[in-house]
């Protein structure tokens, strides 16, 4: 399977844990972005890079949260000292560049008790 | 305050009938419209775009139709089939940024056999 692939698919943490995620774009893909959605709602931008480089970061990411690219390969969001609110689907997509399609990976839903 | 609108939360279309999903924006920065599919525990997947050059983009069974003047823009899908139940992200992203596209909430399609 060469598309999008994110690890874990669904994690349960308490509150005030920290937390990490891991998104493995499509190898040729210098884009990577990502995104969070709650229920009911559209996938909400929080970040993207373009190779190892974060170039935009939303104000939705706040100081607890830090994404990383570290070979312009994979890529990691963690989330510090979680909160309830931080309980949503994270997303992954990538592209070629800045104009093309962006591919999404199945996500990881994070419940925070 | 919503960007992007989608004020169907679902639809319920019988199968070989039309299905029009109504999308409605505010940034008149948007140059770019896109719409997804989104099966449950999967990612949303591309599903066709359109330039604001144009007014209407069409992709075999799906047409996207676009109208500047009133900020709107729908997705028509003739004839419509059962594996076409799904979730349908209307998204949008500005000339200055391709790469920030701002999604709508989305709307629930059924397709009745």
């Known amino acids: 399977d060469t598309g999008v692939s994110q690890d874990p698919r669904h994690k349960i943490t308490k509150r005030g844990q920290n937390v990490t995620f891991r998104c493995d774009p499509i190898?040729?893909?210098?884009?990577l972005y990502w995104y969070r959605q709650t229920l009911g709602q559209g996938p909400e931008f929080l970040t993207y890079?373009?190779?190892?480089?974060?170039?935009?970061k939303s104000r939705l990411l706040s100081d607890r949260f830090s994404a990383e690219r570290p070979k312009g390969s994979f890529s990691t969001l963690e989330i510090q000292r979680t909160e309830q609110g931080d309980s949503a689907m994270y997303l992954c997509?990538?592209?070629?560049?800045?104009?093309?399609?962006?591919?999404f990976g199945p996500g990881t839903r994070l419940t925070v008790l | 305050d919503q960007q992007v609108k989608q004020n169907s939360p679902s639809l319920s279309v019988q199968e070989g009938r039309i299905s029009i999903l109504n999308c409605d924006y505010t940034?008149?920065?948007?140059?770019?419209f896109l719409w997804y599919k989104k099966y449950p525990a999967e990612g949303p997947t591309f599903l066709i775009s359109i330039s604001s050059i144009k007014d209407k983009n069409e992709d075999g069974r799906f047409t996207v139709f676009l109208n500047k003047s009133a900020k709107h823009l729908s997705l028509h899908i003739v004839p419509s089939q059962p594996g076409d139940s799904a979730v349908y992200f209307c998204?949008?992203?500005?000339?200055?940024?391709?790469?920030?596209?701002?999604f709508g909430p989305g709307t629930s399609l059924s397709v009745i056999p």
């Open positions: 190898s040729e893909h210098n884009r």
């Open positions: 940034n008149s920065m948007f140059d770019y």
């Open positions: 997509a990538s592209s070629l560049g800045q104009t093309d399609t962006q591919y």
């Open positions: 998204a949008a992203s500005p000339k200055t940024s391709y790469d920030k596209v701002i």
């Open positions: 890079f373009q190779n190892e480089a974060q170039l935009e």
